[in-house]
Structure formats: structure tokens, C-alpha cells
């Protein structure tokens, strides 16, 4: 799911005029749904030069671990804020059973959702959105 920033306008951070969207990609892996934060164009193309502290809430699961790539992390992994390295940043979550993940990122320049669809019954789950 991709939501719309703020940060319409031509400057250092946005030099070709091109809208900073917040996109979130869920994928599995070892049976959790990990969750790719990204800062990207209205194209999709990455924006690996923008910064921003992203916040991420979770519900029908558990928010396990968020970060960045970063060599130095000063917030850890067991927050739920993080910065962006290189305009990218990852959150683990473990399911409830109850139900669809939802996923929400918040940052000063937008923010983003997606939902999880997940069944508890074996790990099943259906295609990610």
C-alpha cells in the first residue's frame, strides 16, 4: 500500500520535483510477515538520500523487531520508531491468529498502511497485498 507525503515541492531532499511517497511491502519469511518501509517516487523508484523517523503501530499481531541497515543503530530493534538508511527500513511482526495484520507507518513526510491476510491453522497464510 502506498500513501502520499507531503513533500511535494522541488527541493534538496526532492530535486526532480517528484512526490516522496512512504511505501510498505510485506513478504514471509521463517514463517513471520516482515514488512519493507520504503521512501520512494509517485514512480516507485527508490529515494535513498531521504531521512525520516518512521513509527509503526500493529494490529491482530505483535511488532517483534523494526530497524534499518545501519551499522550503528541508536535506537535498537525493539522500538517502535526507527530512522531510515539509505531510505529503507524493516519490521518483523508476529501474527495474533485473530485475523489480518495491519500495519501502519507513520514519518513526517506521509504515511502508509497495508494489511496481512493470515490464518493461524499450520502458519497458512493467503497472498500478501
Known amino acids: 500500500m502506498i500513501c502520499m507525503g507531503d513533500n511535494d515541492s522541488v527541493g534538496e531532499d526532492n530535486p526532480y520535483g517528484q512526490p516522496t511517497v512512504q511505501t510498505l511491502n510485506a513478504l514471509q519469511q521463517h514463517g513471520l510477515p516482515y514488512v519493507r518501509l520504503r521512501y520512494t517516487d509517485g514512480q ?3 529515494k535513498p538520500l531521504t531521512r525520516g523517523l518512521i513509527h509503526v503501530s500493529v494490529k491482530g499481531g505483535t511488532l517483534l523487531g523494526l530497524g534499518n541497515g545501519c551499522p550503528y543503530n541508536d535506537t535498537g530493534y525493539l522500538t517502535s520508531s526507527t ?5 529503507e ?8 491468529g485473530s485475523g489480518p495484520v495491519q500495519v501502519a507507518a507513520e514519518s ?3 504515511s502508509a498502511q497495508t494489511e496481512i ?11 500478501y497485498r
Request: net charge negative; proline share 10%.
Open 108 to 110: 513526517p513526510l506521509g
Open 83 to 87: 530512522d531510515t538508511y539509505y531510505g
Open 44 to 46: 516507485g523508484a527508490l
Open 117 to 127: 491476510p493470515w490464518r493461524e491453522e499450520g502458519n497458512d497464510h493467503e497472498s
Open 89 to 96: 527500513a524493516l519490521a518483523i511482526v508476529r501474527p495474533d
